[in-house]
């Protein structure tokens, strides 16, 4: 019982983490992109816009992994940061 309370709590914990840095990314992603990228002629974008783009940018990026890795702990070091934006994006 122990152990599933530390898990739970880390669980959360990245969760709530991941929240934030979603959030920061878009609020400083969309007046970025405004100040930029808008007098070049593109559409102005919201911060779920930019939680969106920041998201696609990490995806294309990638993920650094060890080379010991199976394929399946690159897939959920892939999947689970995609999973979790776009709960938080539903949410918002």
């Known amino acids: 019982m122990k ?14 983490a991941m929240i934030i840095g979603s959030l920061a990314m878009g609020i400083f992603l969309a007046p970025a992109w405004n100040l930029v990228i ?6 102005e974008i919201t911060v779920k816009q930019a939680m969106g783009l920041a998201l ?15 394929w399946e702990e690159r897939l959920i070091a892939i999947l689970m940061p995609l999973f979790i934006y776009i709960v938080i994006i539903i949410l918002f």
Do not use: H, R, S
């Open 38 to 43: 808008v007098p070049l002629g593109l559409p």
């Open 56 to 70: 696609l940018i990490a995806l294309i990026k990638g993920v650094p992994t060890e080379k010991d890795d199976t």
């Open 3 to 16: 152990l599933l309370g530390v898990i739970t709590t880390g669980f959360v914990t990245m969760v709530i």
